[in-house]
């Protein structure tokens, strides 16, 4: 099956440092990769979805310039959180769709997730 | 009224059991839809894809009712393994305005 990766796993940064969180589909291309944030015992928030050379479509009430999105190639999308602030400590995960030799249309692949921990 | 509800949980079942979960979604423009898994901390699985004419994937089978904007996954045979909490999702074409359920838990005891 198609595999995404996230990198990294785990963070811990100090309030008002930036984090960047990089997400690569290994084995397909990723024509459009979402970024999603679940808070425990949450359901997971989509936050945006960008395709590969275009700006980053964001969801309602997801601050652009705070999480800054880069699609630079069909098999790697960056989220950058910038300015991070504890209230911004959650579980990044992302996700891709693309010619992956899957006949579940739509079908989203997720990287295992980045736990951020701001202090 | 959330876009993408779910039964709410934790279903406890014994091993063995069949187990059914319903999920309803309002925005009419969606087009595709999945049946997710995660487990505690992971990122969500798919678990199998939705289509009008039912699919079924050995013990686990899915449903879609465009018409009453109605999903559905019945688990046969419940294993401790099928612990965990299941997503159900819905995308318009592209993945564009994907929008997940807020999961319903469920625990197989043996």
């Known amino acids: 099956g198609a595999v995404v990766s996230q990198h990294p796993s785990r963070v811990i940064c100090k309030s008002g440092t930036s984090v960047k969180i990089e997400c690569r589909s290994l084995d397909f291309q990723a024509t459009t990769m979402f970024w999603y944030r679940q808070f425990p015992k949450q359901s997971l928030m989509l936050m945006a979805t960008s395709n590969e050379g275009s700006k980053a479509t964001y969801e309602q009430g997801v601050e652009k310039d705070k999480f800054l999105i880069n699609h630079a190639s069909l098999t790697l999308s960056t989220l950058t959180v910038t300015s991070a602030h504890p209230e911004d400590s959650s579980f990044y995960i992302c996700?891709?769709?693309?010619?992956?030799?899957?006949?579940?249309?739509?079908?989203?692949?997720f990287g295992p997730g980045t736990r951020l921990t701001v202090l | 009224r959330k876009e993408v509800e779910q039964d709410p949980g934790p279903f406890n079942v014994p091993e063995g059991a069949t187990v059914a979960f319903n999920c309803t979604y309002s925005?009419?423009?969606?087009?595709?839809f999945f049946w997710y898994r995660q487990d505690c901390r992971k990122e969500p699985k798919l678990l199998m894809s939705v289509y009008s004419s039912g699919n079924e994937d050995g013990r686990f089978t899915a449903q879609l009712n465009r018409a009453s904007q109605y999903i559905s996954l019945l688990i046969r045979d419940s294993k401790l393994s099928d612990s965990a909490t299941y997503l159900c999702?819905?995308?318009?074409?592209?993945?564009?305005?994907?929008?997940f359920g807020a999961g319903t838990r469920l625990f197989v005891k043996a």
């Open positions: 925005n009419s423009a969606s087009q595709s």
């Open positions: 999702v819905a995308a318009e074409t592209g993945g564009f305005k994907t929008i």
């Open positions: 996700s891709a769709t693309g010619l992956a030799g899957d006949t579940a249309r739509d079908t989203q692949y």
